[in-house]
């Protein structure tokens, strides 16, 4: 925007918050950035390898290095929206890394070696932020718009059930008269019931659902901050806990090896993130 620069990126591969790449619980974009062209990939690491190439052949328009210090200027002065964004995304990217790459490849040789196990560890727990996106989804589709969640009773939420952790808070007063599945606390639901965003309710179109569960985080009041912020410590611990063991005995019964499946790169940092858009904001819309 600010330099005129315009991407040549094909229609296919354009970045768009609803695709099945970007965490189905991402925040949106921040409002600086919503109107730029983006590559759908622009947030996973390891692009760069696929389609990469020259700084200034690819666009002409700055040098690195004056481009690093404007980014890196307007970091340190950066709002609170894209704060929270970038923190936010960067949190859920590392829970999904690490969920991926759970074992440590310690004692196993080569580092292109994956490994599975017949027991694997626990999924990485949400964060606050995922906590408060399961409960605000909710409590937006049941109490602004209506919907009516089809749940066998026996598979709703009670805080006194054996799932919920004994030491977990009471739910906020703005959700606890909502009907929660029992798990909608716990990472990996999705894979056991996921469908379709809009099939599951027909109420609001995911971009929009996003954008109003966003918009609730940076207004959320002290119960509610306290309450997400707790019981993602609870459950930061258990997880803890219960993968305590470093899997350094490569050598156990427990485990086959192969080099199908390396592990994945290392997410971004909410600064990488940051450098991403502000780098493409600069480009498209500062130097026009």
């Keep these: 925007t600010l330099l005129g620069f315009h991407p040549t990126i094909a229609s296919k591969d354009i970045?768009?918050?609803?695709?099945?790449?970007?965490?189905?619980e991402g925040p949106p974009l921040p409002s600086r950035y919503e109107n730029l062209?983006?590559?759908?990939?622009?947030?996973?690491?390891?692009k760069t390898r696929?389609?990469?190439?020259?700084?200034?052949?690819s666009h002409g328009k700055i040098g690195f290095r004056e481009l690093n210090k404007q980014i890196f200027k307007a970091w340190s002065i950066r709002d609170d929206e894209i704060r929270d964004f970038c923190a936010c995304l960067s949190d859920?990217?590392?829970?999904?890394?690490?969920?991926t790459n759970a074992i440590k490849y310690s004692n196993c040789g080569s580092k292109n070696y994956s490994i599975s196990m017949s027991n694997p560890p626990t999924a990485r727990p949400y964060?606050?932020?995922?906590?408060?996106?399961?409960?605000?989804?909710e409590y937006i589709l049941q109490t602004l718009l209506g919907f009516q969640?089809?749940?066998?009773?026996k598979d709703i939420f009670d805080p006194a059930g054996t799932i919920y952790p004994a030491e977990g808070p009471p739910l906020p007063s703005r959700y606890e008269n909502l009907i929660l599945p029992y798990d909608w606390h716990i990472t990996g639901k999705t894979r056991r019931h996921k469908q379709n965003h809009r099939n599951s309710h027909g109420k609001i179109g995911f971009r929009e659902?996003?954008?109003?569960i966003f918009k609730a985080w940076s207004i959320r009041d002290d119960e509610i901050r306290d309450f997400c912020a707790c019981l993602s410590d609870i459950e930061s611990r258990k997880h803890t806990t219960t993968n305590a063991i470093k899997y350094s005995n490569c050598g156990s019964k427990n485990y086959s090896i192969s080099m199908s499946n390396p592990p994945t790169a290392r997410p971004y940092t909410s600064y990488n993130l940051f450098f991403q858009l502000e780098r493409e904001y600069i480009l498209q819309t500062l130097l026009g």
């Design 15 to 24: 970045f768009d918050p609803a695709a099945k790449t970007y965490p189905a």
């Design 127 to 137: 964060t606050s932020y995922n906590l408060f996106f399961q409960l605000e989804r």
């Design 92 to 99: 859920i990217e590392s829970r999904k890394h690490t969920t």
């Design 37 to 46: 062209i983006l590559p759908y990939d622009w947030h996973i690491t390891g």
């Design 149 to 153: 969640p089809t749940i066998a009773s």
């Design 50 to 57: 696929r389609h990469k190439q020259n700084h200034r052949n």
């Design 209 to 212: 659902l996003n954008k109003q």
